[in-house]
Each structure stands twice: as structure tokens, then as C-alpha cells.
């Protein structure tokens, strides 16, 4: 057996040298093989037989067994290729397999990865300090670390509840509203299917028209705990509030003493050409949330509250994670700021929106293209949303249809005009393949 020298305290005597059995250099029979050893092989077709007879249905049948990812481009088990232009859904900010982000997570997965939250560590700490700057929070502000959107705006949703100690029962949110699917916020989240089945949901949630100011103040009083918004709401088709929006909100909530809370699990992190998807509109919120490209695609989600009041509603004891804020996730995070930031994606990401949303809208049969950056979605003038996807699979494109005739694109942040150019090209061609579908 290998053996290697620890040392352990023995008292007032200093450290003695002992043996301990070497469990992190022992051979793994066939490591050396990699994970097709751990998973076996197989095509496609056998990996989604295998896949439905033991996931559970929640997801339907996935569309492709992705095997293998390198920048903006993935491979599928039967060895084709994909221009990835929805990157994990907004989430693959710097690509697949970026080598800076994931040379970071390995040597942190190496060094440290895990300590619970009774212990602290440094990533965590600078991770804290680099997103306050980021948002230019002001002095007092705080980051509360989970390890998703929705744990993110859970964590949001148990601040606004500290909101005025059980007097402000309301909480406002917005139709067309995705913020999750844990219970609390799915009780934010608007679409019917989806929390339904799954009633009672934490109450005093109201829901109010999309972008209509004077429902908004004619909603917010003194009762109201807290406002959601999502900038731009995203599974909704990527529909963006107006700045006087964002104002009037922030005038609203401020007026009534309710927190402004702004999800930008899906806009924030560069997504729009800015660190995050508000800061156009000139407003300080009283707290954001941030997830999917965070960590660049290694789960972690944040809360961040503004300011020494919202920063101190939740006290010692009232919320909390194991694996939130653990050393992997926090460096994941802090190399894909440090990439973003480096090598000049924001402007990437500005350029490149602006090449793809002027070129989509000279495409025959697309009616309408909204978004800010490479948050993407734009209308066709029928309902083959779904078979454009399809016929974009076929052809080697990876888009998503948040509804019957919308398609989105969220790509990595680092995807080249050249890449954007080649789906403009196949563009007409994959509505062609789709209304012949129908
Ligand atoms: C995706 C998303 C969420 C939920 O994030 P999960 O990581 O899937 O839990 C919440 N809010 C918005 C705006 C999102 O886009």
C-alpha cells in the first residue's frame, strides 16, 4: 500500500510524524480510462432508452446526448456536431470547457472543495467582494451564496417576508413572471401549468399586468413587502421592461416602503453587454439575484441586498445552505468574472448582439426581434416555433422555443460574428424546413 507521512498535534511535545494509508494517490482500477469506464458507450438512440427508463419524466425526452463541448460548439454521442446558440440556457457564459474557468475549478477541487458553512474560505469571501464592486453596491450591502436561480430568489422571497415584521403581506410579481420552482418562487412565478398542480403555494402573492405603470402604482401600498421584476423576462419570449418602468417602480416601492427586488438570474453576468440588465435604467434596487452564467456553468446563485437595512432583515439562523458558497462554486464564479472581465466580452457580446438582432429582422418570416445583448428572441409570422428547433437539431443549430412561434437565443458571451453569421445563413432554409413540417 502507499503510504504517506502526516503530522498530527500531540500537546506541548509539538507535531509528531505518523502514517496514514494514502487514499488520495491509490490507483482507481481503469481511472485511467475516463468516465466512458464509470457510464459505457453507446449511441444516441440506446442512451435515451436507457434515459427514459430511469430519469424521472419531469423534462420530456431530451433533444440530443451531448457527450463533448469546446467553446460555442457541443458534440452529441453519435459524434455531430452543434453551433450552441441557447449555451445551457444563458447559463455557459465564457462556452463549453472554457481551459481558464475549468484550470481553476480543477486546482480548487484539488486544493479545497468543500467545508460547510460553519468555516468560511477565501473564495468565498473575494467572490462577495468582487460582485459588490460589480453592481456598485453601496457601503453595507451583502451576498447571501446558494447554488441556483430559484434558491437565489427563495432567499429573496424570505428577506421580503422580514419586511416589516408580518405587517406587509403583499408581494408583487408580474404576469408572464418566471422566477422558479421551488415552492416560494413558484408562488412569484405566473404561468398556470406550472404552479397549479401544486397549490397552496405560499400566499400574498399578486400578479399585475406586464409593463403597465399605473397598474403597478395603483398595486404597491403599504401592505407590500416586496416588487420582483425581471428586467427582461426571459421564458416569457424575452420581453424587455422600459426604463421608465424601472423607475416608476423604484419610485413606487421606495414611496411605500416595499423592496424593489430585481431577478436578474438570467440577464445579470454580461448577458445584455453590462454586468447586469438594469443598470441602463439608473435605479439602485434593494437587492438582485443572480444564477446561470454565474459560474460559467458550475451551479451557484447569489442574493445580493443593497444597503444596511435590506442587508440586515435576515438574521443569524434564518436561512441558510450546505453547499452554498463552497470553494468549487465560488472560484468557478470568480475565474468566469475574471475571463469575462479580461478578455473584453461585454464589448463582445454588445458587437455581436447587434450583428445578430440587425440580421434577423432582413430574415423573411420573422416578425418581430427583441432582447438587449445576447439575450435574443424574436416572432415568426406562424406557428413553427417547435419545428424550427427541430429542423435546427437536424441542421446543427441548438435554439429554444419559449413559445409557439418565439424563438430565443441566450449563446456564450464569446460567440464570433462569424458563428452568428453562419445561423443567419441557414436561417430562411430552417422556417422553410419547418412550415413544410407542419
Ligand atoms: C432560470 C431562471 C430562474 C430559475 O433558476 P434555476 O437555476 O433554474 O432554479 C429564476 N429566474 C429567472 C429569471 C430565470 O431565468
Keep these: 500500500m502507499n503510504e504517506t507521512v502526516g503530522t498530527a498535534p500531540t500537546g506541548d511535545r509539538g ?21 466512458s469506464v464509470m457510464t459505457g458507450a453507446g449511441s444516441g438512440a440506446e442512451w435515451l432508452s436507457r434515459y427514459s427508463s430511469s430519469l424521472m419524466g419531469v423534462f420530456g425526452t431530451p433533444q440530443r446526448v451531448l457527450v463533448r463541448g469546446a467553446g460555442c460548439l457541443v458534440w452529441d454521442a453519435d459524434g455531430k456536431e452543434y453551433l450552441d446558440l441557447l449555451g445551457g440556457i444563458a447559463v455557459n457564459a465564457m462556452g463549453h470547457a472554457h481551459p481558464f474557468v475549468t484550470s481553476v475549478i480543477a486546482s480548487q477541487l484539488a486544493t479545497l472543495g468543500h467545508v460547510s458553512n460553519f468555516f ?35 432567499a429573496a422571497f424570505k428577506l421580503a417576508r422580514r419586511n416589516g415584521d408580518g405587517k406587509r403581506t403583499k408581494i408583487i410579481a408580474l ?52 416588487v420582483f421584476l425581471e428586467p427582461i423576462q426571459g421564458e416569457a ?19 411605500a416602503g416595499a423592496l424593489l ?37 458550475f451551479p451557484v446563485g447569489a442574493l445580493i441586498t443593497f444597503g444596511e437595512a435590506t442587508s440586515s432583515l435576515l438574521s443569524a439562523g434564518q436561512h441558510g445552505t450546505t453547499f452554498g458558497g463552497n470553494p468549487v462554486a465560488t472560484a468557478a464564479a470568480l475565474a468566469t468574472l475574471h475571463a469575462i472581465e479580461s478578455q473584453g466580452v461585454l464589448e463582445n457580446v454588445r458587437t455581436v448582439g447587434a450583428f445578430l438582432r440587425k440580421g434577423l429582422a432582413d430574415v423573411d418570416g420573422v416578425t418581430e426581434v427583441r432582447g438587449v445583448g445576447l439575450l435574443i428572441g424574436f416572432d415568426l409570422d406562424a406557428d413553427v416555433a417547435p419545428a424550427v428547433v427541430q429542423a435546427g437539431l437536424d441542421a446543427g443549430f441548438i435554439v429554444n422555443s419559449p413559445g409557439p412561434r418565439t424563438i430565443r437565443l ?22 422553410q424546413t419547418a412550415k413544410e413540417s407542419q
Excluded at 414 to 421: D, N, P, R
Design 120 to 154: 468560511t474560505s477565501p473564495t468565498q469571501i473575494a467572490l462577495a467582494e468582487k460582485l459588490l464592486a460589480l453592481v456598485k453596491a453601496p457601503a453595507a450591502s451583502k451576498v447571501f451564496f446558494a447554488n441556483s436561480g430559484t434558491e437565489a430568489n427563495e
Design 410 to 431: 441566450a449563446p456564450p458571451l464569446i460567440l464570433s460574428t462569424e458563428q452568428a453569421g453562419r445561423f443567419l445563413a441557414a436561417l430562411p432554409a430552417l422556417l
Design 15 to 35: 507535531p509528531a510524524r505518523f502514517a496514514v494509508p494514502d487514499h488520495t494517490r491509490a490507483p482507481i482500477a481503469g481511472s485511467d480510462a475516463k468516465a
Design 175 to 226: 404576469e408572464g413572471a418566471f422566477h422558479g420552482r421551488t415552492m416560494g418562487a413558484l408562488a412569484l412565478t405566473a404561468k398556470e401549468a406550472y404552479r397549479t398542480p401544486f397549490e397552496p403555494l405560499p400566499g400574498g402573492v399578486v400578479h399585475i399586468p406586464f409593463g403597465d405603470i399605473e397598474a403597478l402604482r395603483a398595486a404597491v401600498d403599504d401592505t407590500t413587502a416586496a
Design 261 to 297: 427586488i430585481l431577478d436578474e438570474v438570467q440577464t445579470g453576468i454580461g448577458r445584455t453587454g453590462k454586468w447586469l440588465a438594469s443598470e441602463d435604467a439608473g435605479i439602485v434596487p434593494d437587492a438582485i439575484t443572480l444564477a446561470k452564467g454565474l459560474g460559467g456553468g
Design 237 to 255: 419570449g424575452v420581453r424587455p421592461l422600459s426604463t421608465e418602468y424601472l423607475q416608476a417602480a423604484r419610485e413606487a416601492t421606495t414611496a
